[in-house]
């Protein structure tokens, strides 16, 4: 289990150094928006799959139909991202 919390710790970390923007606790990511990878090939924030309205954090390839999303966080009763 610390092996994969360690890992999503370590992939948003890259995202967001290298992403346009960032989060801080005075300006949170929204429902709605999104930060980009600096090369534009990623995109990190909150979507819905499957038309449903369960909200995910996640991350997906920008740009592509249907979307790819290459990781998305499951929150557990302990209030954690696996």
Known sequence: MRTTRFACL???TMLLK???GSITPTNPLSIGQT???SNDVYELGFFSPHNT???Y???WLKG???QVVVWRCVVHRRNFCI
């Open 64 to 66: 592509t139909t249907p």
């Open 35 to 37: 930060l980009s990878s």
């Open 53 to 55: 309205q369960d909200q």
């Open 10 to 12: 370590l992939l948003l």
């Open 18 to 20: 290298f992403s346009h």
């Open 57 to 59: 954090v996640g991350i």
